[in-house]
């Protein structure tokens, strides 16, 4: 059973702070992985993808990616209010010949408070 | 570019009662999956379909079946309808299935 964990919160910081989602994974052969913002009542919207080790930034958000230890984790700078939401984070993990599994964590509640 | 679409947006059905979701894509995609979401459980896959013509299932199949009509369009349906299958159920799709996913509007059931 391949498994994806997050804290399932809520992760509570002050506006303008530095927000820190992490997620590990349990298939060491995953290849892929995604963060998706989810706000109440709304479906998951994609907001980064990251496939090599390291980090990959865009706007706000930096994605971290760390194969090794099998996590993965997204900083969001500058948090807003606006930035409220449960954060799924997916991986994809290879099952043979041409099948492939993508698996979501449960989410993370994250509150930017004013 | 609407994306991914589903009707309707809201039912209520009494035990028993069928129904069928439609979703619809247009970004030319190949894969197509139905997931549904409950408090406290994550979303769980329904059935997918990797390519044209092809059906799987997911996770938690029981009580569905999928049609892919075409490249385009991908329906859920509830042959006889329980209270358990009251959830919000997403549709979703990706170029391929390694490939990341993106989901449509969602459909909230109640099934009383």
């Known amino acids: 059973q391949k498994e994806v964990e997050q804290n399932s919160g809520p992760l509570s910081v002050p506006e303008g702070a530095i927000a820190s989602l992490n997620c590990t994974y349990s298939?060491?052969?995953?290849?892929?992985f995604f963060w998706y913002r989810q706000y109440s009542g709304k479906s998951p919207e994609l907001i980064m993808s990251i496939y090599s080790n390291g980090d990959k930034e865009d706007g706000r958000f930096t994605a971290q990616l760390n194969k090794a230890s099998q996590y993965v984790s997204l900083l969001i700078r500058d948090s807003q209010p606006s930035d409220s939401a449960t954060y799924l984070c997916?991986?994809?993990?290879?099952?043979?010949?041409?099948?492939?599994?993508?698996?979501f964590g449960k989410g993370t509640l994250l509150t930017v408070n004013p | 570019n609407a994306g991914v679409t589903q009707t309707p947006k809201f039912q209520v059905l009494k035990t028993g009662q069928s129904m069928t979701l439609q979703c619809a894509q247009d970004m030319n995609h190949n894969s197509m999956y139905w997931y549904r979401q409950d408090p406290g459980m994550g979303l769980r896959l329904i059935y997918y379909?990797?390519?044209?013509?092809?059906?799987d299932k997911g996770e938690v199949p029981n009580g569905y079946n999928v049609s892919r009509l075409n490249k385009r369009e991908f329906s859920l349906r509830l042959e006889s309808a329980a209270p358990s299958q009251t959830s919000v159920y997403f549709c979703?799709?990706?170029?391929?299935?390694?490939?990341?996913?993106?989901f449509g509007p969602g459909t909230r059931l109640t099934v009383l």
């Open positions: 298939d060491r052969g995953s290849q892929s």
């Open positions: 379909s990797a390519s044209e013509g092809t059906t």
């Open positions: 997916a991986v994809i993990s290879f099952m043979g010949g041409s099948n492939y599994k993508l698996t």
């Open positions: 979703a799709s990706s170029a391929g299935y390694e490939n990341e996913q993106f």
